[in-house]
Nanobody
Framework: QVQLQESGPGLVKPSQTLSLTCTVS??????????WNWIRQTPGKELEWIGA???????YYSPSFKTRASIRRDRPENQITLQLTSVTPEDTGIYYC????????????????????WGQGTQVIVSS
């Protein structure tokens, strides 16, 4: 059974780069047809799709994050990483990684379907 576990620093200062890791167990990140998405929920807002990396390595980003986000994968470690540059307090929230058969803005709405798997999320606070 696939399990996803997000990890990160918890607290980041404004203007710094946020680095998060999603460690996947029980399932290879190179398995055909699956996409590995990053989503976040900031206070008072709905779930927001950030970007994704495909099983074959292509990356996709929301226009809102295209200039600041970078998603990579570490195949030997079976991990997905997210870097978000120039963070501000508005980036405070819970960050999730999710496995799905799709990528894009529809991913948050598919959270409870059978083929989607989400991690528990990791809290990020941006504050000086």
């Amino acid at each position: 059974q696939v399990q996803l576990q997000e990890s990160g620093p918890g607290l980041v200062k404004p203007s710094q780069t946020l680095s998060l890791t999603c460690t996947v167990s029980g399932f290879s990140i190179t398995t055909n047809n699956y996409y590995w998405n990053w989503i976040r929920q900031t206070p008072g807002k709905e779930l927001e799709w950030i970007g994704a990396i495909a099983y074959f390595g292509a990356t996709y980003y929301s226009p809102s994050f295209k200039t600041r986000a970078s998603i990579r994968r570490d195949r030997p470690e079976n991990q997905i990483t997210l870097q978000l540059t120039s963070v501000t307090p508005e980036d405070t929230g819970i960050y999730y990684c999710a496995r799905d058969l799709v990528w894009g803005a529809m991913v948050p709405g598919r959270r409870n379907i059978t083929s989607a798997s989400w991690g528990q999320g990791t809290q990020v606070i941006v504050s000086s």
